[in-house]
């Protein structure tokens, strides 16, 4: 049986590099046209053809988002664009319209079809007639439930994606229009306001009757499948994938590593333990900034899975700096501030190869070597002896105790 892949976001090229360099086996981005998530920064032609080249010197594969709900004037240009993707290796197409697939098969037969969870495939019957639209692969509805996922993998004659971490949809994936009907940007063609997550006065007749202290929010809590993975990898399933090209390196690089080392572990004692999932699970926490649950894995859905209070988002500052370089004749690394940090501050190191190592930022400098007591600029980049080996692609964040 082969290992189970791990699918990674991205926004943009520094972030799919991210990505790769933690251990995702594949990559998903947006191009410029064609795709959802169309505030994202996405991947011009160039950047396109660059995340591939990289990708392939480490051995993994990208795969590209042309996953907006068509209207006719949209197929623009399709034809052209399909045909770049293959030349320069793009490994699959995420699409949500069908009638792409023919199109696909004449003009750049190389590239797979993964048909999004924008379809809402809840059923094996609907899998198996993905496949005989010339499908190479389905993302199954956020809204599965384990059993229902264990079930459709156990008839399933064609490889199988289910999300494990990220964000949900409080109305069944692909098939909201409040953004379309409030602010004219179609959710399904790329353009969604979040609607969802706005803070709405409650209406009985003409009467406000909603609190003015806490407005009505009907936001979903993120999802977090880490206690299922396991599971899922029994059953069968091709690919886990996170949510998130719109989310930070940061984060990127934190829920990637951590799935990664799950995943191994799992492969490689036959299982975790309570122990370890905890410990995961402590690892996954420090990149969320929403509360998060199984969603609709348990295959039970009641008022705790949302939001209606508040929206849940936070905005975290733990984040501080990001490594571009370590001279290890003088302990130096070159660092990239990204949140404030002082002087004497207990920090922690963690990257594709290291776990959580903490030391005192008590020697900082800036490009002439002044002391500095105080890192607050972002993007300024200054000198920081650390006590061990560090890399290009480690983070540092804050400590919390």
């Known amino acids: 049986m082969n290992k189970i892949e791990l699918l990674a976001p991205a926004k943009d090229l520094a972030k799919a590099k991210i990505a790769i360099m933690y251990g995702a086996d594949a990559v998903y981005v947006g191009g410029k046209s064609f795709s959802l998530r169309s505030r994202a920064s996405n991947f011009d032609n160039e950047s396109l053809k660059e995340i591939c080249g990289f990708a392939k010197s480490y051995g993994r594969k990208v795969f590209v988002t042309v996953n907006i709900v068509f209207h006719d004037d949209d197929y623009k240009g399709i034809m052209d664009y399909l045909k770049y993707l293959e030349e320069i ?17 004449k003009v750049a037969p190389k590239l797979e079809c993964h048909i999004s969870t924008q379809l809402s495939s809840l059923n094996s019957a609907s899998v198996e007639a993905m496949k005989e639209f010339g499908a190479d692969r389905v993302v199954l509805a956020r809204e599965a439930s384990m059993d229902q996922i264990k079930q459709i993998a156990s008839k399933s004659s064609i490889p199988l994606e289910v999300f494990i971490h990220g964000g949900m949809c409080s109305n069944f994936s692909g098939r909201c229009v409040l953004s379309n009907r409030m602010t004219l940007r179609d959710a399904n063609r790329g353009g969604c306001a979040h609607s969802c997550r706005w803070k709405y006065h409650l209406f009985d007749g003409d009467e406000i009757i909603s609190n003015p202290n806490c407005l009505m929010s009907m936001s979903s809590k993120d999802l977090r499948a880490s206690a299922y993975v396991e599971e899922m990898i029994r059953s069968g399933v091709a690919s886990l994938k996170i949510e998130g090209r719109m989310k930070s390196e940061y984060y990127i690089g934190q ?5 990664r080392r799950m995943i191994d572990e799992i492969y490689a004692n036959g299982g975790l333990s309570p122990e370890r999932l905890a410990y995961y699970d402590e690892e996954l926490t420090k990149a969320e900034n929403r509360p998060a649950d199984d969603g609709f894995l348990s295959g039970e859905c009641d008022s705790s899975k949302h939001l209606y209070g508040i929206n849940g988002a936070g905005v975290t500052h733990d984040y501080v700096a990001y490594i571009h370089s370590y001279e290890p004749t003088r302990s130096i690394a070159l660092i990239e501030v990204k949140n404030i940090f002082h002087r004497g501050d207990e920090l922690e190191v963690f990257g594709p190869d290291i776990d959580n190592l903490r030391f005192k930022a008590d020697n900082i400098y800036d490009y002439d070597w002044n002391d500095v007591e105080l890192a607050n600029k972002p993007t300024q980049l200054l000198y920081v002896r650390m006590p061990f080996k560090v890399s290009q692609g480690c983070m540092i964040r804050k400590v919390n105790r």
């Open 255 to 259: 829920v990637v590593k951590t799935y």
């Open 89 to 105: 290796g793009v490994d699959a197409i995420i699409i949500s319209s069908l009638a792409l697939i023919p199109i696909v098969k």
